[in-house]
Protein backbone atom coordinates (compact mmCIF):
# COMPACT_ATOMS: atom_id res chain seq x y z
CA UNK A 1 0.00 0.00 0.00
CA UNK A 2 0.99 3.46 -0.55
CA UNK A 3 0.96 4.91 2.77
CA UNK A 4 3.21 7.52 5.08
CA UNK A 5 3.75 6.82 8.79
CA UNK A 6 3.78 9.30 10.81
CA UNK A 7 5.29 8.22 14.76
CA UNK A 8 7.21 9.84 17.79
CA UNK A 9 4.52 12.22 19.12
CA UNK A 10 3.98 12.50 22.78
CA UNK A 11 3.74 14.85 26.12
CA UNK A 12 6.94 16.88 26.16
CA UNK A 13 7.21 19.96 28.25
CA UNK A 14 7.82 23.52 27.68
CA UNK A 15 11.40 24.05 26.21
CA UNK A 16 12.28 19.95 26.33
CA UNK A 17 12.79 18.37 21.96
CA UNK A 18 11.19 15.63 20.41
CA UNK A 19 11.70 13.80 16.86
CA UNK A 20 9.20 12.89 14.84
CA UNK A 21 9.80 10.33 11.85
CA UNK A 22 7.68 9.67 9.10
CA UNK A 23 8.24 6.28 7.37
CA UNK A 24 7.47 5.79 3.59
CA UNK A 25 5.77 2.39 1.52
CA UNK A 26 4.61 2.15 -1.27
CA UNK A 27 6.20 4.58 -3.88
CA UNK A 28 9.77 5.64 -4.70
CA UNK A 29 10.56 8.22 -1.74
CA UNK A 30 13.37 9.98 -3.50
CA UNK A 31 11.01 11.63 -6.42
CA UNK A 32 9.16 13.15 -3.70
CA UNK A 33 9.45 16.98 -1.90
CA UNK A 34 7.91 15.77 1.85
CA UNK A 35 6.37 18.17 4.03
CA UNK A 36 5.34 18.45 7.73
CA UNK A 37 2.15 19.97 8.44
CA UNK A 38 0.75 21.06 11.72
CA UNK A 39 -3.19 21.32 13.38
CA UNK A 40 -3.66 22.53 16.30
CA UNK A 41 -6.93 22.53 17.84
CA UNK A 42 -9.32 24.64 16.23
CA UNK A 43 -7.25 25.94 13.67
CA UNK A 44 -6.43 25.41 9.96
CA UNK A 45 -3.74 23.19 9.19
CA UNK A 46 -0.54 25.07 8.59
CA UNK A 47 2.76 23.70 6.48
CA UNK A 48 5.66 23.53 9.32
CA UNK A 49 8.54 22.57 7.40
CA UNK A 50 9.34 20.76 4.04
CA UNK A 51 12.41 19.44 2.60
CA UNK A 52 13.24 18.79 -1.66
CA UNK A 53 14.27 15.35 -2.63
CA UNK A 54 17.79 15.39 -2.27
CA UNK A 55 17.54 17.13 0.99
CA UNK A 56 19.69 20.06 -0.02
CA UNK A 57 16.55 22.97 0.11
CA UNK A 58 14.45 23.27 3.14
CA UNK A 59 11.43 25.75 4.40
CA UNK A 60 10.20 26.35 7.72
CA UNK A 61 7.30 28.26 9.06
CA UNK A 62 8.64 31.25 10.52
CA UNK A 63 7.53 30.61 14.20
CA UNK A 64 9.57 27.51 14.16
CA UNK A 65 12.62 28.52 12.51
CA UNK A 66 16.12 27.99 14.53
CA UNK A 67 13.96 25.24 16.85
CA UNK A 68 12.83 22.61 14.04
CA UNK A 69 14.90 20.81 11.87
CA UNK A 70 13.61 18.74 9.25
CA UNK A 71 15.83 15.73 7.53
CA UNK A 72 15.55 12.51 5.55
CA UNK A 73 17.12 9.74 5.07
CA UNK A 74 16.09 8.42 1.38
CA UNK A 75 17.51 4.59 1.55
CA UNK A 76 15.48 4.04 4.59
CA UNK A 77 12.10 5.89 2.87
CA UNK A 78 11.91 8.10 6.41
CA UNK A 79 11.67 11.50 7.42
CA UNK A 80 12.23 13.14 10.37
CA UNK A 81 11.43 16.66 12.21
CA UNK A 82 13.69 17.33 15.32
CA UNK A 83 11.66 19.58 17.56
CA UNK A 84 13.83 21.63 19.82
CA UNK A 85 12.88 24.14 22.63
CA UNK A 86 9.22 23.79 21.78
CA UNK A 87 6.21 26.20 23.09
CA UNK A 88 2.87 25.89 23.69
CA UNK A 89 1.57 26.63 20.35
CA UNK A 90 3.14 23.98 18.96
CA UNK A 91 1.06 21.67 20.70
CA UNK A 92 -0.83 19.89 17.21
CA UNK A 93 -1.44 17.05 15.39
CA UNK A 94 1.64 16.87 13.00
CA UNK A 95 1.44 15.02 9.63
CA UNK A 96 3.49 14.27 7.14
CA UNK A 97 2.49 14.62 3.56
CA UNK A 98 4.23 13.77 0.41
CA UNK A 99 3.28 17.13 -2.05
CA UNK A 100 1.01 17.07 -3.80
CA UNK A 101 -1.23 14.27 -2.87
CA UNK A 102 -0.69 11.90 0.07
CA UNK A 103 -1.27 12.36 3.96
CA UNK A 104 -0.17 9.95 6.66
CA UNK A 105 -2.15 9.80 9.81
CA UNK A 106 -1.18 12.44 12.21
CA UNK A 107 0.99 11.68 15.48
CA UNK A 108 -0.33 14.38 18.53
CA UNK A 109 2.39 16.12 20.22
CA UNK A 110 1.47 17.73 23.63
CA UNK A 111 3.44 20.75 24.96
CA UNK A 112 2.99 21.09 28.72
CA UNK A 113 3.39 24.56 30.97
Known amino acids: DVQLQASGGGLVEVGGSLRLSCAASGFTFDNYVIAWFRQAPGKEKEAVSQ????????YYRDSVKGRFFISRDNPKNTMYLQMNNVKPEDTAVYYCVRIPDLWGQGTLVTVSS
Open 51 to 58: IDINGGKT
